[in-house]
């Protein structure tokens, strides 16, 4: 798996033209057999899990780890989900997921790309999180913090 970390140049973010998102953070996935459905095509759901594991390996590379974050009483949990479907990924297929980030008051939104490797964009996402802290929604000050060079 590669993974590349790197603090966005701007804070510019349009996901109308996703070719100017600054990517702070992208990994290199492989798709696997299972994950096929009956036409032999990425079943839409396993999109989403993509997605999540970047994220989680984003935070783990940022220093905040979802586990470490969940013993010290903060809970950064899905509010919403926003994703385009726009070719199909298939058996053996390798692909880049790709994060940029953005904080909107109390919540983060993750911008989520993923593009086989001929540069192909599969998919486009929009995913909104917000941070519960000792189970009561926060403004996310926990991490703002960590995430600051990358917003």
Excluded: W
């Excluded at 970390?5 to 349009?14: G, Q």
């Excluded at 540069?119 to 926060?138: M, P």
């Amino acid at each position: 798996m590669v993974i590349i970390l790197k603090k966005p140049s701007d804070n510019s973010i349009d996901m109308g033209k996703a070719e100017e998102l600054k990517y702070s953070f992208e990994i290199e996935l492989e798709v696997r057999d299972y994950e096929l459905d009956c036409e032999q095509i990425v079943n839409n759901a396993n999109y989403l899990h993509y997605m999540e594991h970047t994220r989680h390996k984003f935070c783990q590379e940022v220093g905040m780890p979802f586990i470490e974050m969940h013993k010290a009483g903060i809970d950064a949990v899905v509010r919403k989900i926003e994703i385009e479907y726009l070719s199909p990924l298939k058996s053996g297929d390798k692909f880049r997921s790709c994060i940029a980030l953005e904080r909107r008051g109390a919540r983060f939104i993750f911008y989520q790309d993923l593009f086989k490797l001929s540069g192909e964009k599969v998919s486009q996402a929009e995913v909104t999180i917000v941070v519960l802290k000792e189970g009561k929604l926060s403004k996310g000050e926990e991490i703002a913090e960590i995430f600051a060079d990358y917003l």
